[in-house]
């Protein structure tokens, strides 16, 4: 018989029941240590008193008023991310597809607004991920998660991650703008070259196209840049987040520049949840900490700290790990052909380390941006014992 909660998902069978910091705690009492942070979201780790109490306290006030009102906490938390960010204007939503949703529209109606309704094509990249929607299926451009779900929607163009001649090729009448992730999540931790991203820039500046980077899984600190996209020195004209900015709240936003959001007008878009005061306190929480002075800096040392080991980590277990990739707190350890990196996981688990598998046989290590550089020693020194576990055995000379 079909499971009540609908089985879209290969579950562990682990129940959490309580979590501290880095550090999560099954019903029956195992210490897991959180290298995953539910897929780079819980941001602040698990119990954070300052997001704890936030959202208590927004909670016991009111939680949902809906947009039919102003919203202060949203008001607050959308003038903090464009103090923050290139853009000039926020919209909130409550999920990583939703956001993307969002930001193509934004896309679209900004080329129909300046008399090009025809041009309404992304050009997004092999690997990609956006979401589950029908629209960001389409943008993701994954065969295995098209497959069964009718006409893929009109309107993404798939070229090679890292390849400009391909992405020139691409462009057309109907283009009306590049869509990426400064580093491929899903895909496989695959970080964009900083010059590749320049290049993106200028081939939209030179074509009158909008750079749309969706920065759900790169944003809020995870790079050890509140964006990836500083890494490269340039900025977007519109950029989806979500994942880590709630802190494992749900929490979606599209932050746009003016001439891109102008054109939103009322009634364009909307959404029922998005921008709920309870969401924004809990917004509003995790930009407390992760924009307080050094903060940032410590995640960008932590962050290297982990780079460090895991590269010894793969020069230690050759069989296991080809190599190290990724940036800031969002590191991929790519595997030998031989090793499944779902094999991997599980084996992980059986160590005490939580960890996501990624596309491209890659194991993904994000742990929350609070986490301290003990803590990735012990993480380290797990992992040593998986690969350890997982070491294919040597054959042996028969003993004489
Ligand atoms: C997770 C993710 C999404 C989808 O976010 P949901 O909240 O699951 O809808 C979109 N883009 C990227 C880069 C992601 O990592």
Redesign the pocket.
């Given at each position: 018989m079909i499971p009540a909660l609908m089985p879209t998902y290969n579950r562990a069978d682990l129940a959490f029941e309580r979590g501290e910091g880095a550090y999560v705690w099954t019903d029956d009492g195992r210490r897991f240590l959180d290298f995953g942070s539910g897929?780079?979201t819980s941001s602040l780790g698990h119990g954070h008193p300052h997001l704890v109490k936030a959202i208590a306290e927004q909670a016991a006030k009111v939680m949902h008023v809906s947009n039919l009102y102003r919203v202060p906490q949203a008001e607050k938390l959308a003038a903090r991310h464009v103090a923050a960010s290139f853009a000039d204007s926020v919209f909130f939503c409550?999920?990583?597809?939703?956001?993307?949703e969002g930001m193509v529209k934004a896309v679209r109606k900004y080329h129909a607004e300046n008399g090009h309704p025809e041009r309404f094509r992304m050009i997004c990249f092999e690997g990609?991920?956006?979401?589950?929607?029908l629209a960001?299926l389409a943008a993701t451009g994954n065969e295995k998660y098209l497959a069964g779900f009718g006409p893929v929607v009109e309107g993404f163009d798939h070229v090679p991650f890292g390849n400009m001649n391909a992405v020139r090729d691409a462009i057309g009448p109907a283009t009306a703008g590049i869509m990426i992730?400064p580093i491929?999540?899903?895909g496989g931790v695959r970080p964009a070259d900083l010059r590749f991203l320049k290049e993106l820039r200028s081939v939209c500046d030179e074509f009158g196209l909008l750079l749309a980077l969706?920065?759900?899984?790169?944003g809020m600190g995870r790079s050890g840049k509140l964006w990836a996209h500083q890494w490269a020195g340039i900025e977007p004209d519109v950029m989806?987040s979500?994942?880590g900015i709630g802190g494992g709240f749900?929490l979606?936003a599209v932050l746009a520049k003016e001439a891109v959001a102008k054109h939103l007008k009322p009634g364009t878009h909307g959404t029922t949840y998005g921008g709920s005061p309870l969401a924004c306190a809990a917004g509003n929480a995790v930009l407390d900490v992760v924009l307080a002075e050094g903060f940032l800096a410590q995640v960008d040392r932590v962050a290297r700290h982990l780079w460090r080991g895991m590269v010894a980590l793969a020069e230690r277990h050759p069989t296991v790990v080809e190599h190290v990739q990724g940036a800031g707190l969002l590191l991929g350890l790519k595997l030998r052909p031989e090793i499944v990196n779902s094999d991997m996981q599980t084996a992980c688990v059986a160590q005490g380390l939580l960890t996501v598998a990624a596309g491209m046989n890659v194991l993904r290590v994000a742990p929350p941006l609070i986490v301290t550089e003990v803590e990735v020693d012990e993480a380290l020194a797990m992992l040593d014992r998986t690969c350890l576990a997982l070491t294919p055995a040597k054959v042996m000379a028969p003993a004489k």
């Open positions: 897929i780079a409550n999920s990583g597809a939703e956001a993307n990609a991920f956006h979401g589950r929607t960001m992730e491929q999540g899903e969706d920065e759900v899984q790169t989806s979500a994942k749900p979606g």
